[in-house]
């Protein structure tokens, strides 16, 4: 009911005040009648333009509205736009209801037929455009009304200023300390407390110069912190510049900006550097006490003196914080120049071709570019040094420049001792060692009467010429690797240790190329030519490191930019000078070398005739890249030939040579050598010269086994012509103790007489004839090897067993050890069969020719030429005799007495290689081809046996046999058969790639 009664009351007010603006517009405007309406209306403008009040509704109005829309000035206050507090909910929502009404009788009177007048004077209508701003906030939700107003409120406090710093505070308490002294000392009744204010206010005044730099120190922080982000920033426009599908141009542009920012960086950092070399100090001190030449009561002085004392503290504080500050900057100013620069650096592969070869070419742009980096360079280089001067101060106190306790760095100091101890040990002992094992080595060598030093005897050559090298690396390596976080995160140590990296090893790859040109490192052979070839490589090796370090260092500092693209471009250049001074240091031996040949060029002849005057040095020249070229083809062709693969082609390429020689060239008359040469040459006569070879270590084992009375059993085994009688015939020789027999086929008992003298070892042949591979094929074997193991305590047994029946022995009696030791014959290498070749051929009386290989010689060839030629046909028959054979020395020897034969004259020769053909082995029918293999496994086979280990019926094996026989294949001695020598190997390898027998191991 009141509330009804007061809208009423409000609704006659407002139409009250209505009829009044109404009658009192009536005046002027039947006044101005006939006056052009647009006269009136520019004068009412006007009026309203010099009306402050009408000025102030429009603006309040707007501002209540900006309000609304979130947009109010930050610096006005929401509750100085309403007559209400807007923070009550109650009166709100009264004067939302109270404007509501009154808008709709004023918009009611508005509407209605009469209402011909105008809307009222300007201050009317600004009054009611005001009211309906505030009812459009009234009428807002209050969930919608708090968010505008706390967000209006945030922007008040970050609008609002932030309070005094501990700085600004301090600096105005010593004003006002300084304003108070200097009042003191007018009005002081002495010249003493005159002097004592006064000093107390000029001490004031130092303490507000402090607070102010001390405010200068705190916009310092600012400004690095400030610089982080503006390196952020340019680091995200570099990558935005080198994204895949950006323009060159737009790398090109951001380039430039980027190296103009970045000389600025350089300009900041070289300021930064300066003052931190100069340590210039910029912090206000107390200067001369001049209190200390007055007397001065304790009390009248006692004020000064504490503020004396508190300006000393604090100009000591500043101090290190400025030192502090000084060093943050110019780490934060070398951070941000080596950020912008590898970012510049990465916009290279973006620019445009002209562009980047402009910055990395010789021109004007290289070369700016080229004396910025240098800039750079010496600026990294000048804070690094700063930046180890306070690392080497630090060590003081080791615990702290380490980054670690005391007791770990203590500990640290004691394995550097012990690593350098150890080293210092090594490097005494090593040489001694190395040549002590050498010495082992090379009479093992000359023991076992090899044609060449050994793979040991040259690994302990090649070992003595680089270990130095190699000892000062491990120690570097050892070093680094003990050395803590902290010291390890050092430029200075980092590249310390790529110096030391890049120097040891170059002088491990000069050592080591010198080793392997050296007599391929097995001689101690020192002379002038192997002298300057050390000190040539030397050279060579320091040019490549200090040109690698300067490459590397470079990288690591400014880059691979343009003073890394000139090194690497230009660096080849450093060769011309080098390549000038070997030629003169070799000048002689090439000479010397040039003059010792033989059969001279005419290359070599003008070379000869050019040894004095100006001719001279291009003479040496030519001639050392002649020498040098003949002696690397030497020396890879030397290296490649040592391995097996290698030899194998040769062999290969050299019958074919021999095939096409002999297609070409008709062999002359040949007779056989004579049967006793024959016979010695055979395989089945055993060597009157024992040949070295692999197996003579495990031997050296069985002699050991047997001399010390271990007993035991082992087992030799190895193909047809391995040399298994030769090594049992050795051992009886090295042991007279022993008893060599051949296997007792009659059965084990027979044995006992010769194991009642108690031998030191029985040594038994060719175990293999008590095994077939039939059904009960192992029983005499099975009988043996009982026999053996109840007498081995003390007596040792060596059995020999052909390769073809150890893997029938192994499948049938794998699961339980038969053994104590076996020794697997290996094929033999090229040498010992070469070796095995010739001490034959001499012990048989024959010094064959090579002559009929010869191709034709040139027609200055001589005597020399052709024994050089045929010294060359002689190692590469040899080496085909070898392939051949798979490294059988029985096969090889028989092979090679084949291709001996006596001319016209009765002198013997070697004739072309002839390879069997097997086409016919091919074209044999299974039966046939299992009866080869049952007369390899058997051998000497009897008939009887082969029909039971093929299970076929007589007459297959007796024509197969009797086939065999007529082509050659097979031999028959007093009813048994073997396989002949000649068709042996073709027969295994034909077998073979049958899968029906498996190749040695």
Not at 909 to 931: C, E, G
Request: charged share 25%; proline share 5%.
């Amino acid at each position: 009911m009141r509330h009804s009664v007061m809208l009423d009351r409000c609704r006659a007010v407002v139409l009250l005040a209505a009829f009044m603006a109404a009658f009192s517009v009536l005046p002027r405007a039947a006044a101005d009648a006939g006056t052009d309406a647009s006269v009136g209306d520019a004068g009412a403008d006007a009026a309203d333009a010099i009306d402050p009040a009408l000025a102030a509704l429009h603006q309040t109005a707007q501002q209540v509205r900006d309000l609304v829309a979130g947009k109010l000035d930050a610096r006005t206050a929401p509750s100085s736009l309403f007559d209400v507090r807007i923070d009550d909910e109650a009166s709100v929502d009264l004067e939302s209801k109270r404007l509501a009404a009154m808008l709709r009788d004023v918009d009611a009177a508005a509407r209605k037929p009469k209402a011909t007048l105008d809307a009222g004077p300007p201050l009317w209508a600004a009054r009611i455009e005001l009211d309906r701003a505030r009812l459009a906030f009234y009428g807002m939700p209050k969930a919608a009304r708090e968010p505008l107003l706390a967000e209006h409120a945030e922007r008040q406090k970050a609008l609002a200023p932030p309070p005094p710093s501990e700085a600004e505070r301090r600096e105005r308490d010593a004003e006002q300390e300084r304003q108070k002294a200097l009042q003191a000392a007018r009005e002081a009744r002495t010249e003493v407390e005159r002097l004592v204010s006064e000093e107390y206010a000029r001490l004031l005044e130092v303490q507000r110069a402090q607070a102010l730099f001390d405010k200068e120190l705190a916009a310092r922080k600012g400004a690095i912190t400030q610089g982080h982000e503006e390196t952020l920033t340019w680091q995200r426009r570099a990558r935005e510049a080198r994204a895949p599908g950006t323009p060159p141009q737009t790398a090109d542009r951001t380039y430039d900006d980027v190296r103009a920012i970045l000389r600025v960086a350089r300009g900041h950092l070289d300021t930064a550097l300066t003052a931190l070399s100069s340590r210039h100090s910029d912090v206000p001190s107390a200067g001369p006490d001049p209190l200390a030449e007055i007397e001065a009561t304790a009390d009248e002085a006692a004020t000064a003196r504490e503020a004396r004392n508190r300006v000393d503290a604090e100009a000591r504080r500043l101090a290190a914080e400025e030192d502090r500050l000084r060093d943050a900057r110019a780490s934060q100013l070398l951070d941000e120049v080596d950020t912008l620069n590898r970012e510049r650096l990465a916009l290279l592969s973006s620019l445009s071709p002209s562009k980047r070869d402009a910055i990395t070419g010789f021109g004007e742009i290289g070369a700016e570019q080229a004396a910025s980096e240098w800039r750079h360079l010496v600026l990294v280089l000048r804070y690094h040094r700063h930046a180890i001067g306070q690392w080497l101060l630090a060590w003081r106190e080791p615990a702290r420049a380490l980054g670690q306790s005391p007791g770990k760095s203590a500990l640290l100091v004691i394995e550097w001792l012990l690593a350098f101890a150890a080293f210092s040990w090594l490097r005494r002992r090593t040489p001694q060692v190395l040549a002590s094992m050498r010495e082992r080595a090379v009479a093992r060598d000359r023991h076992e009467r090899l044609p060449a030093p050994s793979i040991a005897t040259r690994t302990i050559a090649f070992v003595q010429q680089i270990h130095r090298p190699v000892e000062w690396l491990a120690l570097a390596i050892v070093l680094a690797w003990l050395l803590p976080a902290a010291a390890t995160g050092i430029l200075e140590v980092q590249l310390a240790a790529v110096s030391l990296q890049w120097i040891l090893g170059g002088a491990l790859a000069v050592n080591i190329v010198n080793a392997l040109a050296s007599d391929d490192g097995t001689t101690a052979k020192r002379d002038d030519s192997a002298a300057l070839r050390l000190r040539s490589l030397r050279l060579v090796g320091r040019v490549v490191v200090a040109f690698g370090l300067v490459l590397v260092l470079t990288s690591r500092l400014v880059g691979e930019g343009t003073i890394y693209e000139w090194v690497l471009s230009t660096c080849w250049l450093a060769s011309i000078p080098v390549f000038l001074v070997l030629v003169r240091w070799w000048r002689d031996i090439v000479f010397e070398r040039a003059s010792r040949t033989r059969k001279k060029s005419a290359f070599e002849h003008w070379v000869l005739q050019n040894r004095t005057g100006w001719k001279s040095f291009f003479a040496a020249t030519a001639g050392g890249v002649h020498v040098f070229a003949h002696g690397a083809v030497r020396f890879v062709r030397t290296w490649i030939a040592r391995f097996y693969l290698t030899r194998r082609v040769l062999a290969y390429l050299f019958r074919r040579e021999l095939d096409k020689l002999g297609a070409e060239r008709a062999e002359g008359p040949t007779s056989p050598i004579p049967e006793a040469a024959f016979d010695a040459l055979g395989p089945d006569v055993l060597s009157s010269v024992f040949i070295a070879t692999h197996a003579d270590e495990r031997v050296a084992q069985i002699l050991a086994r047997i001399g010390q009375g271990k007993g035991g059993i082992v087992l030799i085994v190895g193909e047809r012509g391995m040399g298994k009688s030769t090594l049992l015939r050795h051992i009886h020789e090295q042991i007279p103790e022993t008893v060599l027999m051949p296997v007792p086929t009659e059965g084990a008992a027979s044995l006992e007489a010769t194991l009642q003298t108690a031998p030191k070892a029985l040594l038994l042949d060719d175990i293999h004839r008590l095994v077939k591979p039939v059904m009960g094929g192992l029983a005499p074997f099975d009988e043996l090897l009982a026999m053996a193991i109840r007498h081995s305590t003390t007596t040792t047994w060596v059995f020999t067993l052909d390769e073809v029946l150890w893997l029938f022995l192994q499948r049938s009696r794998g699961r339980r050890p038969l053994f104590d030791d076996v020794v697997r014959l290996q094929p033999w290498p090229e040498e010992p069969i070469v070796e095995l070749l010739r001490t034959r051929t001499e012990g048989a009386g024959l010094g064959p020719s090579f002559e009929h290989l010869l191709d034709k010689l040139p027609p200055n060839a001589d005597e020399i030429d052709k024994q050089e030629a045929l010294a060359e046909r002689a190692s590469r028959y040899y080496r085909l005799l070898w392939d051949y054979a798979g490294g059988n020395p029985g096969v090889a020897l028989h092979m090679w007495r084949r291709s001996l034969g006596m001319d016209e004259n009765g002198n013997a020769h070697v004739r072309f290689f002839q390879a069997l053909d097997i086409s016919d082995l091919q074209r044999l029918p299974d039966s046939a081809v299992f009866v080869l293999r049952a007369v390899l496994q058997l051998a000497p086979a009897k008939p009887a046996d082969i029909m039971q280990a093929t299970l076929l019926d007589a007459a297959d094996v007796a024509d197969t046999l009797r086939y065999a026989q007529a082509r050659g294949y097979v031999e028959e001695h007093g009813g048994r058969y073997t396989m002949t020598w000649t068709w042996f190997r073709a027969v295994t390898t034909f077998l073979q790639r049958r899968h029906l027998l498996v190749a040695p191991r």
